[in-house]
């Protein structure tokens, strides 16, 4: 198999599909939905299970410090939204959980917070492919084809072929993690950086 080609075009959900039938040397589809294609139905699904488990690390694309959740104004209770995907508390005033899609409070053991409640909460989404920068993509998407191709074919021989490729784009990706950082003596540490970043809205992931 030869080289897995990238282009400087941004990279599409689709073009993540081929990429990891490529990988095992089959002929790309031309949409998401192929009937009876069993290996991009399979090939879509590892591109979505890869970029759910990379964002779920958090990164600075994904990842918001401070963010407030407010209470529902009837029931007290916090809902999360839809693409929370991981959390910890940022709040001093409570130590919350997910449960269930709602924030629980360990402290208290409830649900329901005082009519008027603002929670902080350090938040990590789950984004579209497409949504995704093209940094991100194309290490998911290379990643995913590493997957499918071990899983498919389970040839060494081939998947050390993509390694190199792999491991370029994850440095690509952490570096433009890092140069979003900016770190200096104030964001070196977890807690200061929380406390200078609560009043200034969202921020990127800087932090992993």
Known sequence: MATIPLTTA????????????????GAPVNALDTPGNKD????????????????????????????????DATTGKIALPSNCIA????????????R???LYDLDNRT???PL???VNVDITF???????????????GLAAAQTFQSNTVGATDL????????????????????????????TSNARILRMTRRHRGSFDFADR
């Open 40 to 71: 991009a139905s399979i090939a879509r699904l590892t591109l979505n299970n890869t970029s759910r488990e990379v964002q779920s690390k958090g990164w600075f694309f994904n990842h918001e410090y401070s963010y407030p959740l407010a209470a």
């Open 10 to 25: 941004p990279m599409t959900e689709l073009d993540g599909v081929n990429l990891c039938l490529m990988a095992i040397g």
């Open 87 to 98: 959390l910890a508390t940022a709040d001093e005033k409570y130590r919350v959980v997910e």
């Open 126 to 140: 789950m984004f579209n492919f497409e949504d995704l920068p093209q940094v991100a993509r194309t290490y998911i």
């Open 111 to 113: 649900n329901v917070f």
């Open 159 to 186: 998947n050390a072929l993509i390694d190199g490729q792999v491991t370029r784009a994850y440095a690509l990706l952490v570096s433009a993690d890092t140069r979003s950082k900016r770190p200096n003596v104030l």
């Open 116 to 118: 008027g409640t603002t």
């Open 100 to 102: 269930a899609g709602y």
